[in-house]
């Protein structure tokens, strides 16, 4: 495809049904490991939402496949996108997505209209397309800081939860937004945040949705998500609030020669302001190898969390507005109508002529891996929130299984977002099965694997200070040279109960852009960096991420 083309299923009227062999031979996978079946329609029992409580030595968690998918998808409903619900469905089928979430920005016009209007297509979708996971979403403007994805699952009251939410807790609609030192109510929005959170865990609760959860958006983006905040909308409801966008969307931003000489992956391109958190260097505000700094950074914000003992799971998306190289643009509003008056954007029209974006298609370049028992909406949502997940960006890996296992236990061991209970000075193994890409990316490039990086952190609980974003105790303990491995194999790494309980997680690259991590070479010798201005092509500097495995040592 020319940067001018753009491909057939981008056409409005071409009905979102096709999936790619790629989703085809996920589902097949899915039926032969008997995942199809009840749980296929929405009022099928759904994956226990958590996992009980694990009282014995080791663990056994099932055997899982996992669904791609995108929580960050907008369309004609948001005030500032452009593409109409079909042309979003059709291309995340065109790449090879089972699951997405329309998550339209907040605004009055929207929840006033066009909340309404696009659940009604949300409804025809799913009649069209069943093997195509559709969610409808929120992208909510959270009171003294950014955004945050807000996804119920499928049922007679979800946009109505969404609509009662978006005007009693949006920051935006409410006049409550960025906070900081700026802002004299800042203590008072942030409050109204967390009231927000625990609102939506009710709803959960009292059975009015079957599922809700939430996700923080482009957490570093304009550096006004401090870590008090954040660790405390977890604590408000962790079974609702369950993590953040390790990666943003716009990862088209930087392509060489396409917008400017100023341009950063993720249009991370601000600086600090008055309403940021004043803990947050300039470097924070950057991306690293196309992650948020919170992420990137071994021994920074996500691991000082992860340090305290408690999951806090990490995803990436498109943030699809206006994708790079497209020829389509906004149509002029008929005479008397507006966003506010009608909640949906005219549809756009085609130019012939590239327009300006940053952003690429669900799933063409950002991938969210979520490993599943059933295939289902509810069963996408308890992977989450499990933290059954991992990333990859530019199709760089086909498959990663991971699980950690006592050398003296038969069993499949724990897996991503688990805990498995040892003794301390027990022999534990941690397992790594890669599958690397076996077809070109939608770039026409074969990405290959150069490197696998265990990061290991000492688990001490909670922390005193909420605004603390290092943890010490991380680093990167073992870097594997896969370089020239194809197919299917796993990495044996052994590991040693010691002191204290600890987590792992992995990470990887194609090995094309690296250099000393951001707190130094001891903790991180070859980790993602950040690209020079205005060149930054994604396609040439990609890494996968997992989540984590807690190891509990017995007496720690």
């Not at 979800?158 to 006049?175: N, P």
């Not at 038969?410 to 690397?436: D, H, N, P």
């Not at 290991?456 to 943890?471: I, L, N, S, Y």
């Not at 204290?500 to 194609?510: K, M």
Request: hydrophobic share 35%; glycine share 12%; aromatic share 10%.
């Amino acid at each position: 495809m020319t940067e001018q083309q753009l491909p057939a299923w981008a056409d409005p009227s071409v009905s979102p049904t096709r999936l790619d062999a790629q989703g085809v031979s996920r589902r097949q996978l899915l039926r032969r490991a008997g995942l199809f079946g009840a749980a296929f329609t929405l009022g099928s029992a759904a994956t226990p939402a958590l996992a009980a409580p694990q009282r014995g030595f080791g663990g056994d968690d099932p055997r899982l496949a996992y669904l791609v998918g995108d929580h960050h998808v907008h369309s004609v409903y948001s005030h500032d996108a452009k593409y109409t619900f079909s042309q979003q469905a059709t291309a995340a089928a065109e790449y090879g997505l089972d699951w997405m979430v329309f998550n339209e920005h907040s605004n009055f016009g929207h929840a006033h209209y066009g909340a309404a209007l696009e659940h009604k297509e949300i409804l025809e979708a799913r009649a069209a397309n069943p093997r195509q996971l559709i969610f409808q979403g929120l992208e909510w403007y959270i009171p003294a800081a950014e955004h945050c994805t807000v996804f119920a699952a499928p049922g007679p009251h979800e946009v109505d939860l969404l609509t009662q939410f978006e005007l009693a807790y949006d920051g935006k609609l409410l006049g409550y937004d960025k906070g900081g030192a700026a802002d004299a109510d800042t203590a008072r929005n942030e409050a109204h945040a967390l009231k927000g959170i625990k609102w939506l865990a009710e709803q959960r609760r009292s059975g009015y949705v079957d599922d809700v959860l939430v996700l923080a958006n482009h957490p570093l983006r304009l550096g006004i998500d401090s870590p008090h905040e954040m660790r405390g909308w977890r604590d408000a409801a962790p079974e609702i609030m369950i993590g953040m966008e390790g990666a943003p969307g716009a990862q088209g931003a930087a392509i060489p020669g396409w917008r400017g000489t100023t341009s950063i992956r993720g249009e991370y391109e601000n600086k600090p302001s008055a309403q940021s958190w004043p803990g947050y260097a300039a470097d924070a505000y950057l991306t690293y190898g196309g992650f948020d700094w919170a992420t990137a950074t071994v021994g920074g914000l996500w691991d000082s969390m992860l340090a305290e003992g408690r999951l806090f799971s990490i995803t990436t998306n498109s943030d699809n507005h206006r994708t790079v190289f497209d020829t389509w643009k906004n149509s002029d509003w008929p005479a008397g109508q507006n966003f506010d008056n009608t909640g949906k954007l005219p549809d756009p029209v085609n130019t012939d002529t590239p327009q300006a974006g940053s952003d690429f298609w669900p799933g063409e370049f950002s991938r969210t891996h979520v490993g599943v028992t059933r295939y289902g909406y509810r069963a996408v949502m308890a992977g989450l929130r499990a933290g059954r997940v991992w990333l990859d960006h530019g199709h760089l890996l086909d498959g990663l299984d991971v699980r950690v296992k006592r050398d003296c236990d038969a069993g499949r061991g724990v897996t991503l977002g688990g805990r498995l209970r040892v003794r301390k000075g027990e022999k534990i193994t941690l397992y790594v099965t890669v599958t690397t890409a076996s077809r070109a990316n939608p770039q026409g490039i074969l990405p290959e694997l150069a490197h696998v990086d265990v990061i290991r952190g000492a688990v001490r609980g909670p922390v005193t200070d909420r605004d603390a974003w290092k943890a010490p105790d991380t680093k990167v303990v073992h870097t594997k040279d896969v370089s020239g491995r194809k197919g299917t194999y796993t990495l044996r790494i052994p590991l040693t109960a010691g002191d204290e309980s600890f987590y792992v997680r992995l990470r990887g690259s194609d090995g094309n852009r690296h250099g000393t991590g951001y707190l130094g070479a001891s903790i991180d010798p070859h980790g993602p960096i950040p690209h020079e201005p205005g060149n930054g092509d994604p396609w040439a500097d990609t890494w996968f991420y997992s989540n984590p495995i807690f190891v509990d040592v017995a007496g720690a």
